[in-house]
């Protein structure tokens, strides 16, 4: 087992701390082999077999566990007369009103809880006003490409090979493992878009119309990296025979937001220091799952590789935004507390023309924050005139 050290890094920071851990991400991110990891790291450090109680609801196991009274009582009986347990519960939100029993097990203090889900709804408004201020979130993401590398075989660790399967096949944990064909792959990723659009979105959300959903998907899946409204998706619904209000659209937008399979980036305006609310991009969970359902083929690589540079924003801890000057865009304003970065991603900055166009909005920003053109280039010129010049692989593989 690979060691998703990002992850197990900003877990093991709250260890004992006197807070519930929920982490979260889409289905087949790793969640669950993240709590192994755990399980793992405890038992290294001294903790003893019988103090980690394991629960997956989605198990046979558990079949019979199905609100937070049967809930609480459960974990009451593996508990036992122990005076310290840790308590890994996987797929949690199987159970109805499972914050009641959380929480209640966490006013006794005697676990140290975490735990695992595969919708934002996890964690609505109800549940975050009953838990308030006692839980953490951690956001689970596929594989960055440096954990890509890391999970690909000895011998097969090209790094200009491993992006092109990277780019083409996607970063779920099982990618690497499998047969690098299309035919295989294309299979698993199926699976995994159907199975998640399934229990996650359309069972977990009671969604009325699962083609108009679908519909929808498929349109944000081809517009990764383009401005998205309410009246673009009716019209491209409309030209398909699908007729949906705006309220319905906003509703299943939200709906694949909260399952992890759409991120939304909201405009920035940079001059006026605040988000816009229109024109907002959406870029998806796995490029795998995109180039399942739209068909493994070439073309739209400048959105695609925007797509890999805003999920690796979000994995090192940044709200992304786009940015506005004027009437120009920059495609990224990265911050968080420590820093504030600008990010224009192209193919290739080769041409002058392209160059000078991806330049022109960086060069616009009047603050002194720092400012990078991400290409697939290679480069000697690492600078233009104060402006980084990085290489994406670079980029992709640099420390956080």
Not at 10 to 18: G, N
Not at 281 to 304: E, M, P, Q, S, T
Not at 332 to 357: C, G, N, P, S
């Amino acid at each position: 087992m690979i060691i998703r050290k990002l992850y197990l890094d900003r877990l093991l920071a709250f260890v004992r701390q006197p807070i519930i851990k929920v982490i979260t991400g889409m289905r087949r991110a790793g969640k669950s082999t993240l709590l192994t990891m755990l399980a793992e790291r405890l038992l290294q450090d001294g903790v003893r077999q019988e103090q980690v109680i394991r629960m997956n609801f989605e198990s046979m196991m558990f079949d019979d566990v199905h609100d937070y009274r049967q809930l609480y009582r459960r974990v009451q009986e593996e508990i036992g007369t122990q005076k310290q347990v840790y308590l890994l519960l996987d797929e949690v939100q199987q159970v109805e009103h499972w914050e009641k029993a959380i929480n209640s097990l966490f006013v006794e203090g005697v676990a140290d809880i975490y735990i695992t889900g595969s919708n934002a709804k996890l964690l609505s408004s109800e549940i975050s006003t009953l838990l308030a201020g006692r839980y953490v979130e951690i956001q689970m993401l596929p594989l960055s490409f440096r954990e890509y590398m890391d999970f690909l075989p000895e011998g097969e660790k090209d790094r200009d090979a491993a992006f092109a399967q990277y780019l083409r096949y996607g970063g779920l944990p099982a990618i690497p493992g499998l047969p690098q064909q299309d035919e295989t792959i294309e299979l698993f990723l199926s699976g995994i878009y159907h199975t998640v659009l399934l229990k996650d979105v359309v069972e977990r959300s009671a969604v009325r119309d699962p083609a108009l959903l679908s519909h929808m998907l498929r349109f944000l899946a081809d517009n990764i990296g383009n401005p998205v409204s309410s009246s673009r998706i009716s019209g491209y619904l409309t030209s398909h025979g699908r007729k949906a209000s705006t309220y319905t659209i906003d509703n299943y937008l939200h709906t694949l937001e909260s399952a992890f399979i759409f991120y939304r980036a909201p405009r920035y305006d940079i001059k006026g220091k605040l988000y816009l609310k229109t024109q907002e991009k959406y870029y998806i969970v796995d490029n795998g799952i995109r180039n399942a359902l739209l068909g493994f083929r070439d073309g739209d690589y400048g959105h695609i590789l925007e797509n890999i540079v805003y999920l690796e924003l979000l994995r090192r801890g940044y709200t992304v935004g786009v940015g506005r000057i004027g009437r120009m865009e920059v495609d990224f304003v990265a911050q968080r507390t420590d820093r504030k970065q600008y990010f224009q991603v192209a193919a290739t900055a080769l041409e002058e023309v392209t160059r000078e166009r991806e330049l022109r909005a960086l060069a616009a920003i009047p603050d002194q924050y720092e400012k990078t053109l991400l290409t697939m280039d290679k480069s000697y010129i690492k600078d233009f005139n104060g402006i980084r010049n990085v290489n994406i692989l670079d980029f992709l593989l640099d420390d956080l």
